[in-house]
T-cell receptor, first 113, second 114 residues
Framework: ETAVFQTPNYHVTQVGNEVSFNCKQTLGHDTMYWYKQDSKKLLKIMFSYNNKQLIVNETVPRRFSPQSSDKAHLNLRIKSVEPEDSAVYLC????????????FGPGTRLLVL | TQTVSQSDAHVTVFEGDSVELRCNYSYGGSIYLSWYIQHHGHGLQFLLKYYSGNPVVQGVNGFEAEFSKSDSSFHLRKASVHWSDSAVYFCAVRASSGSWQLIFGSGTQLTVMP
């Protein structure tokens, strides 16, 4: 049963464009995450929000920015995409920030031409 | 800093076979360990976790994992696999203090042949 929703499923764009991905969780969790999964399936955490407060911000390029309106939503905006941004972006949530059990959305696949 | 390694990128077995997917970690302190599964085109799904107590933990769909402090390992096992178990399996670690982030291994692609 899906409880973490991501839109769009797939997005194709050109270098230099801006894109925005949406994530919503209906689990009532306090913490949400964005991960980047590359073509080799490697997972890297990008951001985490705990009850709307940014609590980790890994060394990702500044063109990436998370946006949260409430604890159930965490969007990801990429200004001026680059070819290396092509990846699957996975959103996840957990009850609090120190939980090993994270619930993942289906992902948004980005292709930058 | 904790690290996790999955030495096998690909494992292929036949339906009904047993399988063990290996995970080794390095960290000097107390650590949480977990396994996730990712079917093709989907997000990750939690399987099981260990922190303390019985070193053998049971998960969903007949999976279990065994923690070994001496070997710094947390291998995942299943006695009899089904074709639907074909997926990528990720081992993850988290320190019990300090950095609370989940660190994922590189994943093992399990292919179950009919």
């Amino acid at each position: 049963e899906t409880a973490v929703f991501q839109t769009p499923n797939y997005h194709v764009t050109q270098v230099g464009n801006e894109v925005s991905f949406n994530c919503k969780q209906t689990l009532g969790h306090d913490t949400m995450y964005w991960y980047k999964q590359d073509s080799k399936k490697l997972l890297k955490i990008m951001f985490s929000y705990n009850n709307k407060q940014l609590i980790v911000n890994e060394t990702v390029p500044r063109r990436f920015s998370p946006q949260s309106s409430d604890k159930a939503h965490l969007n990801l905006r990429i200004k001026s995409v680059e070819p290396e941004d092509s990846a699957v972006y996975l959103c996840a949530s957990s009850p609090t920030y120190n939980q090993d059990t994270q619930y993942f959305g289906p992902g948004t696949r980005l292709l930058v031409l | 800093t904790q690290t996790v390694s999955q030495s096998d990128a690909h494992v292929t077995v036949f339906e009904g076979d047993s399988v063990e997917l290996r995970c080794n970690y390095s960290y000097g302190g107390s650590i949480y360990l977990s396994w996730y599964i990712q079917h093709h085109g989907h997000g990750l799904q939690f399987l099981l976790k260990y922190y303390s107590g019985n070193p053998v933990v049971q998960g969903v769909n007949g999976f279990e994992a065994e923690f070994s402090k001496s070997d710094s390992s947390f291998h995942l096992r299943k006695a009899s696999v089904h074709w639907s178990d074909s997926a990528v399996y990720f081992c993850a670690v988290r320190a019990s203090s300090g950095s609370w982030q989940l660190i994922f291994g590189s994943g093992t692609q399990l292919t179950v042949m009919p």
